[in-house]
């Protein structure tokens, strides 16, 4: 297992469970601190005594990735890092000769994470912080086309956020539901007329058509304080997980 320290600890605040009718009924959430790439890991692998160089490892997780995705395309179960993974096949097939449809059919990844994380994760050192400073949270993203939850979007289907307090209100500079490519940057704006729900709770609304493939983060910036009146100073509401767009 890893080598975990107390500076490793899991962080969890706690939320109002909006689904029951006790008062005291909290659920709990990871503080996600930062998000990290390759590039990353390989300078606290040097910084910690991995012999080798940054340009060496770089290329050395390359080509295994590169390998990794063909044995999955193959058919084969390759564990690579820190997950098993495989392909399922979605959608049905009609008849007795039947072909594959990209409108119907589609490859999946199957990600299990290996032995070796699922054990730390057992005995992680963990620090439940309370009550969130800010109970403001988008708790899921449910793709109506795929039926996913905190996964793949469909460019001009329908989604529903579910969450507490994240009303997309007032008029300052910024706000706004937004869908933001993680690896360039490029911000792309839900319109209020493409919102059919905008409520403390749950936004439902046409996701983009005009985004294309890779990997996004999700944004709401809003003046909304959950009182009568809006907030001076708009605060951003940050899903915690990386959409794709396949």
């Given at each position: 297992?890893?080598?975990?320290?107390?500076?490793d600890?899991?962080?969890?605040?706690?939320?109002?469970?909006?689904?029951?009718?006790?008062?005291?009924?909290?659920y709990?959430?990871?503080v996600?601190?930062?998000?990290?790439?390759?590039?990353?890991?390989i300078e606290r692998?040097?910084?910690?005594?991995?012999?080798?160089?940054?340009?060496?490892?770089?290329?050395?997780?390359?080509?295994l990735?590169?390998e990794?995705?063909?044995?999955v395309?193959r058919g084969?179960l390759?564990?690579?890092g820190m997950?098993?993974?495989?392909i399922?096949?979605?959608?049905?097939?009609?008849?007795?000769?039947?072909q594959w449809?990209p409108?119907?059919?589609?490859?999946?990844?199957?990600v299990t994470?290996?032995?070796?994380?699922?054990?730390?994760?057992k005995s992680?050192?963990v620090?439940?912080l309370?009550?969130?400073?800010?109970?403001?949270?988008?708790?899921?993203?449910?793709d109506i086309t795929?039926?996913?939850v905190n996964?793949v979007?469909?460019?001009?289907g329908i989604?529903n956020?579910?969450?507490s307090?994240?009303?997309?209100a007032g008029?300052a500079?910024?706000?706004?539901?937004?869908?933001?490519?993680?690896?360039?940057?490029?911000?792309?704006?839900v319109?209020?007329?493409?919102?059919?729900?905008?409520?403390?709770s749950?936004?439902?609304?046409v996701?983009?058509?005009?985004?294309?493939?890779?990997n996004?983060?999700?944004?709401?910036v809003t003046?909304?304080?959950?009182?009568?009146?809006?907030?001076?100073?708009?605060?951003?509401?940050?899903?915690?997980?990386?959409?794709?767009?396949?």
């Amino acid at each position: 297992m890893a080598n975990l320290k107390d500076i490793d600890s899991v962080i969890i605040e706690l939320y109002d469970n909006p689904l029951t009718e006790r008062t005291d009924d909290r659920y709990g959430r990871v503080v996600n601190i930062a998000s990290i790439t390759e590039d990353k890991l390989i300078e606290r692998a040097i910084e910690n005594g991995f012999n080798g160089n940054a340009a060496s490892m770089k290329a050395c997780c390359e080509a295994l990735k590169h390998e990794a995705i063909k044995g999955v395309v193959r058919g084969e179960l390759v564990t690579y890092g820190m997950a098993h993974f495989a392909i399922n096949v979605e959608g049905v097939f009609i008849g007795d000769a039947p072909q594959w449809d990209p409108k119907i059919n589609k490859l999946v990844a199957r990600v299990t994470a290996v032995k070796e994380l699922r054990e730390t994760l057992k005995s992680a050192p963990v620090r439940v912080l309370g009550m969130a400073p800010d109970t403001s949270v988008i708790a899921s993203i449910t793709d109506i086309t795929t039926g996913s939850v905190n996964d793949v979007i469909t460019p001009g289907g329908i989604a529903n956020l579910k969450g507490s307090r994240i009303k997309v209100a007032g008029d300052a500079s910024g706000v706004g539901l937004w869908i933001i490519e993680k690896d360039t940057q490029k911000t792309t704006q839900v319109m209020p007329n493409a919102m059919g729900t905008n409520d403390p709770s749950k936004i439902s609304f046409v996701i983009p058509p005009g985004i294309i493939t890779g990997n996004y983060i999700l944004s709401i910036v809003t003046q909304f304080s959950g009182g009568g009146k809006l907030l001076n100073t708009p605060r951003t509401i940050t899903l915690p997980y990386i959409l794709v767009v396949d």
